[in-house]
């Protein structure tokens, strides 16, 4: 059974910042595709950023220059530095990851964790 821990986020004010953290504590190997997902309330859940085991990553347009992925393959363990923080930034934050990318283009995973809320107002 995979459990998933999103921790680290946090009420700040715009231009702040927070980092999230995801931690996979059932994975005894690395997923190859890990990301992080939001979901503003009423809206639905869009990737923000994903990294591969080899270290590509990628990026909303909206979060582009502002957030940093990263992971660390040993501990199956996934950050998200959050730069700059707008209000629109503001929902619950979700990682998973899987083996493909249509897996995470199309969330096609079999559980979520309970998320992290990340809200920024001033």
């Known amino acids: 059974q995979e459990q998933i821990v999103e921790s680290g986020g946090g009420l700040v004010q715009p231009g702040g910042s927070l980092t999230l953290s995801c931690v996979d504590s059932?994975?005894?190997?690395?997923?190859?595709?890990m990301g992080w997902y939001r979901q503003a309330p009423g809206e639905q859940r869009d990737l923000v950023a994903s990294?591969?085991?080899?270290?590509?990553?990628n990026y909303a347009d909206s979060v582009k220059g502002r957030f940093t992925i990263s992971r660390d393959n040993t501990n199956n363990t996934v950050v998200l530095q959050m730069n700059n923080l707008k209000p629109e930034d503001t929902g619950l934050y979700y990682c998973n990851g899987g083996l493909l990318a249509r897996t995470m283009a199309k969330q096609d995973f079999p559980f979520w964790g309970q998320g992290t809320q990340v809200t920024v107002s001033s």
């Open positions: 990294i591969t085991r080899g270290g590509n990553t």
């Open positions: 059932e994975k005894s190997f690395p997923l190859l595709i």
